[in-house]
Each structure stands twice: as structure tokens, then as C-alpha cells.
């Protein structure tokens, strides 16, 4: 194994241009690579944003008594889906409808009743913020007794559904077209690599060597570079995100870079297509040298 990594030592600065230059090539596959990652997660934070509105309002029948709602607020927290439960009395509601509905503000101020009726405004649980777990609270809320409707805001919630999907098919096509332009990237580079070394190949076989052992190297060789061209695209990828935040005013909670983990990941996915494309390249291309 000492011998493999001394290989791959000198490979590296017998051919310092050549290495430089595959390890570029693969960065910028992989920048295009994180850029649209960027994008992707930034959509993603979006979306999810958008989720946290997902509620379900249960408005109940006037004259129901306060104990009555709270033991059903208990039992209503402890479905799977609910987060939390808000009661909102008469009065609060009128008193909102006051300060966001403008238009109608005047029409609300010389009210002999409250036409507003009380409510239970349940929040969902990130995993369960979709239009099937919402019409299935709301299926269980008009089960008790005291509730007179029940609303989640259906056309919006599915219509965030279909885009939440889009994005998913959207990004795993693009995401996956990325990944194959920079396995082919990595594949050309070691290619060059092995015709660039096919002299001394030929002499390591004809000393007994065998194909594990010349192709050994190679892989070891394409990983190190992929995962260098990982990192050196995760900076690019960092300089673009500060630039444009700068550029554009924007804070760290509208506009995200990666989390660790998914920093991580970028290397690691560096580090899988060197592998990948050092297999490919190798296996094609080594019998014929």
C-alpha cells in the first residue's frame, strides 16, 4: 500500500500541469454542480417558509363552553400531526380582523354583535404540512361536536404540493445531468492520465504486475482529485453565495449557503464521481495500453 500512495505521489508532481488542470476542470463541473444545488436549497428554504403557514382552523359553535375546548385542545395535541393549538377567543378574532383587515375596518367598529365566531387554529408538523395530513386533521376536527367548519386553505396547500414535487423531479434530472458531465470530466482526465503513463504501464506488466495493481493508483489517483475539486468547488461555490448576498442585501435567514452536512456531501459526491469516473476510464481504457 506504501508503494500505491508513493505512485500517486509522484504521479502527482510528474504531471503537476496535467493534474492541475483535471483538478480544475473537475471544480468547475462540480461549482455548476453546487450553483444549482445553491438555487435548490435556497427554493427549498423557500418552500419550506411557505409550509410553516400550513394550518388547520377549526371554528366552533357560539356558546361553547370553555371547558369543552380545552380538553379537546388536549386531545387535539396529541395527534401525530398537530404541533401546536391555539385558541382564538371571539374577541381576538375580531380584534385581527380590526388590524388586518383594513378595507373593512370601519364596518367592524360600529358592531352591536361580534359576527366572528371563536376558533382553534392548528399547527402541523413540518413532515405533515401537505394537503393529504391537513384534510385528514380536518376530517378528525369535524368529528367533535362544538365545530361548525373547518378550513385549511386546500387549493393553496395543493398547489404548493405540485410545486414542492416539481422542484423534486426538476432538481434529480438536472442534478443527475451535472453528475454525468463531470463522471465523464473526471474519466477524460485519468484517460489522459493512463495514455500519458502507457510506457511505463506496459513495464510494470512485464515485471509481473498485475491489472489490480497498476489500476490500483488510478483510482486512488481519481479520488484524490475528485474530492480536491470538491473542496475547491464548495469555495468558489461560498464566493459566489457572498458575492451575490452582498450584491443583492440580503441576510443570512432569506438567503442560506449549505449546511455542514451538506457541504459535506459535495466532497463526498466529489469523491464518488473520481471513484466512479477512475473505474470507468480505467477498465475501458487499460486493456488497450
Known sequence: MRLTWREVWHSFWRTPLLSSLS????????????LFGLVATNFRH??????????VVAFMLRGTPIETITLASEDIEAFPEVLSVNYVSEDEALARARVELVEFREAY???????????????????????????????????????DDVRFGQDWVERLDRIRNLAGIVG??????FGLVAIVIIGVTIRMTVLHRAREI????????????????????GTLRGVLGGALALGMSFASYRLFA???????ESFVFFTPSQAGLIVGFGLLLGLIGSLISVGRHLRHV
Request: no cysteine.
Open 202 to 221: 506496459s513495464i510494470m506488466r512485464l515485471v509481473g504486475a498485475t491489472n489490480a495493481f497498476v489500476r490500483r493508483p488510478f483510482l486512488i489517483e
Open 172 to 177: 434529480l434530472v438536472i442534478g443527475a445531468a
Open 23 to 34: 483538478i480544475i476542470m473537475i471544480a468547475f463541473s462540480l461549482y455548476s454542480v453546487g
Open 246 to 252: 452582498s450584491g443583492m442585501g440580503l441576510s443570512g
Open 109 to 147: 367598529e360600529d358592531l352591536a354583535t361580534n359576527p366572528l365566531p371563536a376558533s382553534l387554529e392548528i399547527r402541523l408538523r413540518p413532515q405533515f404540512r401537505n394537503a393529504a395530513q391537513a384534510r385528514t386533521v380536518a376530517e378528525r376536527l369535524r368529528a367533535f361536536g362544538f365545530v
Open 46 to 55: 423557500t418552500l419550506s417558509d411557505l409550509a410553516e403557514r400550513v394550518e
